[in-house]
């Protein structure tokens, strides 16, 4: 069982940054792939990013290529997500999620953080 915590969601202003962390636990951790995904009121979950783990390579969706930026810390067996120049648009519920080595989908996903942007 991995446990994934989310962190780092808040109320900023449009402009701003934050950077949200997702901290793994547990003894099955053996990630192939780390994703951001996001939901706002109202709207179905999006993918917003991925991070492959060995590699570090990086893939983003249009709305948030240029302006946000997936890290890994692998001795930490976190993921970070930079994201700057907010926009009211970004307003979400932020979550990461876990596929590990060998799985078909996503194994693990976390609790969610709250990122608001005002404008």
């Known amino acids: 069982q991995v446990q994934l915590v989310e962190s780092g969601g808040g109320l900023v202003q449009a402009g701003g940054s934050l950077r949200l962390s997702c901290a793994a636990s547990?003894?099955?951790?053996?990630?192939?792939?780390m994703g951001w995904f996001r939901q706002a009121p109202g709207k179905e979950r999006e993918f917003v990013a991925i991070i492959w783990w060995s590699s570090g390579a990086t893939s983003y969706a249009d709305s948030v290529k240029g302006r946000f930026t997936a890290s890994r810390d692998n001795a930490k067996n976190t993921v970070y997500l930079q994201m700057n120049s907010l926009k009211p648009e970004d307003t979400a519920v932020y979550y990461c999620a876990l596929r590990r080595v060998g799985s078909l989908g996503y194994d693990s996903w976390g609790q969610g953080t709250q990122v608001t942007v005002s404008s």
């Open positions: 547990g003894r099955a951790f053996s990630p192939y792939f």
